[in-house]
């Protein structure tokens, strides 16, 4: 579980990285399954000594899997709405940062070939006038 806590923080840096996201619902579910991930890991980690009898790791087992299927299916869901209606936005807004970005390069590479040619025509004058 600490492994699993662990993973489900790095994905969620991943996401806070992107400028464009911005699914509150399913940030939510993903903060809330993190932390009750990392809450269930202490628990596991304090009761290691008393869970020796099978049937108690059992009802433990079967209580922690309860919880954890509550938490999946709130995160499955919440995933399901953002593929359908969060992906595209963010598709558009990079795409237009794409083109933005390639125009910007345009514009620089000319403006730059327009400096060479310029100082290329300086130094001629001045060969030419001495």
Same mark, same amino acid.
């Given at each position: 579980?600490?492994?699993? #806590?662990?993973?489900?923080?790095?994905?969620?840096?991943?996401?806070?990285?992107?400028?464009?996201?911005?699914?509150?619902?399913? *940030?939510?579910?993903?903060?809330?399954?993190?932390?009750?991930?990392?809450?269930?890991?202490?628990?596991?980690?304090?009761?290691?000594?008393?869970?020796?009898?099978?049937? *108690? *790791?059992?009802?433990?087992?079967?209580?922690?899997?309860?919880?954890?299927?509550?938490?999946?299916?709130?995160?499955?869901?919440?995933? #399901?709405?953002?593929?359908?209606?969060?992906?595209?936005?963010?598709?558009?807004?990079?795409?237009?940062?794409?083109?933005?970005?390639?125009?910007?390069?345009?514009?620089?590479?000319?403006?730059?070939?327009?400096?060479?040619?310029?100082?290329?025509?300086?130094?001629?004058?001045?060969?030419?006038?001495?």
């Amino acid at each position: 579980m600490n492994e699993l #806590s662990k993973q489900l923080g790095a994905l969620l840096s991943g996401l806070f990285d992107i400028p464009e996201f911005f699914d509150q619902r399913l *940030t939510d579910a993903l903060l809330e399954f993190h932390a009750w991930l990392g809450y269930r890991a202490e628990c596991i980690e304090s009761q290691k000594n008393r869970l020796v009898q099978p049937s *108690t *790791t059992c009802q433990y087992i079967s209580q922690v899997m309860k919880e954890m299927t509550e938490y999946v299916s709130k995160v499955a869901a919440a995933l #399901s709405d953002f593929v359908k209606g969060g992906v595209g936005p963010i598709r558009e807004t990079q795409e237009k940062s794409q083109t933005r970005l390639q125009n910007m390069s345009t514009v620089y590479s000319t403006m730059s070939k327009e400096r060479q040619a310029n100082s290329l025509a300086f130094f001629a004058a001045i060969l030419t006038d001495t």
